[in-house]
């Protein structure tokens, strides 16, 4: 068993950050009972590297009649994609009564329509797992809050009930549903703070217990497989009368003390934070390097990719690129393009003006997606993601079939190649399109890319489906070049090279063993020369180039 006594004066600085003078000096005993209880562990998470490409998938989006849809996934991707997978993002597992998964009914018990706690332990012997911890909210239907409106004593204060002096004027909104929802109590009714929906109560953090608990749960999450814990909306798990309430001081502490009790237990557990907002916002979430998250969603980088491929011209993702550096070596960028979500939009505040972003809009509705909105302050809707199969977006009324599978190719070619670690949404790795049909049969705009696939059909359809065939085979050639080389290590520098608009291209370098590699792809239709910076060989064809390269429509390159 690990000894956490020394890390008692740690916890206490959290502790006293978070509650300033609501702390009590048995905060932080009770607290590191909570550490020592879960500090043996068996198993130690290896260190990311050039390897790691994580998938991101629900536990039932690949299922066959009759199976557990966990096993299901877990046998498909390791007859299919071992070697090319080394991390699982499970989306959230547990029972739930909305939202897909992110209303959830009980922490710590698995969906029963997915599997078990067996399921997971076996796929975590061929797969790191990656956990979704949705901490901000759970479901009105939960024990929790069940026991809550019953005025039970260890659950009266677990949600955030209104107060009337509070001051919620200024406060951001993610969805356009109102901030409060009343619920039936045993005692009379409960207003309650809903960030995302009726369905969905927050948790109150702001109450001591309710911090123990959701430590607890995370620990827990480590000792049951999870190498990487996803913090799902974790910006709003704070509330303050007069703030925004989200991205508070207490909201990042609280992420610097996971930070700090999980690296005693597991050094190299990856704590991920979702934060879908403005670049600037986002990255604070580093904390100083070293203190906070060890990742952090990047999310600007797919509708800055859409942008240029819409646009034929790259200057404005290599502008917003030269701002991306090395955070350390223990803290990168999570990278993707696609997810269950929509691409959100308010991370390219500040770098597409309206009349650029109305492009995407537009472009989205012309290939059979929607825009989704978001409430603002002053009572005004914004744009806050666009629903759409991500390679259906990138398609042009002219594009062949063969033109768009390298388009897509193309575009998963920045993300393989950017500082960071890439995920690729399972849709994305299977050269899906659209799901209309469940987007009109269920009035959720999301469900057009969460489509669910029987896994006899999709085998058939991957040998002899040329969309999915081509996507599938061309991404698991592409992931192998990256892993070839040290160059593409999460932690390797990256320098954005200037160059034609119609190219973005980069030079990752890892220092610590020499390796060097320039990447350029052309995101336009037109045949591009680019110069060289160095000589060298190119990874995918391994020919010897020198001096120049001519980069043919969506064409890119890896010079070694």
Request: some cysteine; hydrophobic content about 35%.
């Given at each position: 068993m690990k000894q956490t006594e020394s890390l008692k004066p740690a916890i206490e600085k959290h502790l006293k950050a978070i509650y300033s003078d609501a702390y009590q000096a048995y905060f932080t005993e009770q607290l590191n009972q909570v550490v020592e209880k879960w500090s043996a562990l068996e198993h130690q998470t290896k260190p990311l590297t050039e390897e790691n490409v994580y998938l991101i998938t629900y536990g039932d989006s690949i299922y066959e009649a009759d199976q557990a849809p966990l096993s299901t996934l877990h046998h498909f991707l390791k007859e299919e994609a071992e070697g090319m997978i080394t991390d699982v993002h499970l989306l959230p597992m547990f029972p739930y009564t909305s939202d897909d998964g992110f209303s959830v009914l009980d922490y710590r018990e698995i969906n029963p329509d997915l599997g078990s706690w067996s399921d997971i332990e076996e796929f975590s012997k061929d797969f790191r797992l990656m956990f979704d911890f949705v901490a901000n909210h759970m479901?009105?239907?939960?024990?929790?809050?069940?026991?809550?409106?019953?005025?039970?004593?260890?659950?009266?204060?677990?949600?955030?009930?209104?107060?009337?002096?509070?001051?919620?004027?200024?406060?951001?909104?993610?969805?356009?549903?109102?901030?409060?929802?009343?619920?039936?109590?045993?005692?009379?009714?409960?207003?309650?703070?809903?960030?995302?929906?009726?369905?969905?109560?927050?948790?109150?953090?702001?109450?001591?217990?309710?911090?123990?608990?959701?430590?607890?749960?995370?620990?827990?999450?480590?000792?049951?497989?999870?190498?990487?814990?996803?913090?799902?909306?974790?910006?709003?798990?704070?509330?303050?009368?007069?703030?925004?309430?989200?991205?508070?001081?207490?909201?990042?502490?609280?992420?610097?003390?996971?930070?700090?009790?999980?690296?005693?237990?597991?050094?190299?557990?990856?704590?991920?934070?979702?934060?879908?907002?403005?670049?600037?916002?986002?990255?604070?979430?580093?904390?100083?390097?070293?203190?906070?998250?060890?990742?952090?969603?990047?999310?600007?980088?797919?509708?800055?990719?859409?942008?240029?491929?819409?646009?034929?011209?790259?200057?404005?993702?290599?502008?917003?690129?030269?701002?991306?550096?090395?955070?350390?070596?223990?803290?990168?960028?999570?990278?993707?393009?696609?997810s269950h979500d929509g691409i959100g939009v308010r991370p390219v505040e500040g770098i597409l003006n309206n009349e650029e972003l109305g492009h995407l809009l537009k472009k989205v509705k012309q290939n059979g997606g929607e825009v989704s909105y978001k409430t603002n302050p002053d009572?005004?809707?914004?744009?806050?993601?666009?629903?759409?199969?991500?390679?259906?977006?990138?398609?042009?009324?002219?594009?062949?079939?063969?033109q768009l599978v390298q388009k897509s190719l193309a575009a998963h070619s920045i993300l393989l190649s950017f500082i960071g670690v890439p995920a690729i949404y399972y849709h994305s790795l299977l050269g899906s399109d659209n799901d209309r049909e469940g987007l009109e049969k269920s009035g959720i705009n999301r469900r057009i890319n969460r489509e669910k696939l029987e896994v006899n059909q999709l085998k058939e359809e991957l040998k002899n489906d040329y969309r999915r065939q081509s996507v599938f085979n061309g991404l698991k050639d592409m992931i192998a070049v990256r892993k070839s080389t040290s160059a593409f290590s999460p932690y390797a520098e990256q320098q954005v090279i200037e160059s034609d608009n119609r190219v973005f291209s980069l030079i990752r370098e890892n220092k610590d063993t020499g390796e060097k590699v320039y990447f350029a792809v052309n995101v336009s239709t037109e045949s591009v020369e680019v110069d060289l910076p160095f000589d060298g060989v190119e990874l995918q064809s391994q020919k010897t180039v020198n001096r120049t390269l001519s980069l043919n429509p969506y064409d890119f390159v890896w010079v070694k």
């Open positions: 479901s009105k239907s939960s024990d929790w809050f069940q026991r809550f409106l019953a005025d039970d004593e260890k659950y009266k204060h677990y949600f955030f009930e209104k107060e009337e002096n509070f001051d919620t004027s200024n406060v951001v909104r993610p969805r356009t549903s109102p901030i409060f929802h009343s619920y039936k109590g045993e005692k009379g009714e409960k207003t309650v703070w809903t960030t995302f929906s009726e369905d969905q109560v927050d948790v109150n953090f702001n109450h001591f217990p309710v911090l123990v608990e959701m430590t607890e749960i995370l620990l827990e999450y480590i000792h049951k497989g999870a190498s990487s814990v996803r913090l799902d909306a974790i910006g709003f798990i704070w509330k303050q009368s007069g703030s925004s309430c989200i991205h508070l001081e207490q909201a990042h502490e609280i992420i610097k003390l996971w930070n700090t009790v999980t690296s005693v237990i597991d050094p190299e557990v990856q704590i991920i934070t979702e934060t879908n907002v403005p670049h600037k916002e986002n990255i604070s979430y580093f904390g100083n390097g070293k203190d906070e998250a060890h990742m952090v969603y990047q999310f600007t980088l797919p509708p800055l990719v859409q942008y240029s491929f819409a646009k034929n011209n790259a200057e404005k993702l290599s502008n917003w690129a030269k701002t991306i550096e090395k955070v350390s070596n223990q803290s990168t960028y999570f990278n993707f393009l696609a009572g005004t809707q914004s744009p806050y993601e666009l629903n759409i199969n991500y390679m259906d977006m990138l398609k042009d009324d002219s594009d062949s079939a063969e």
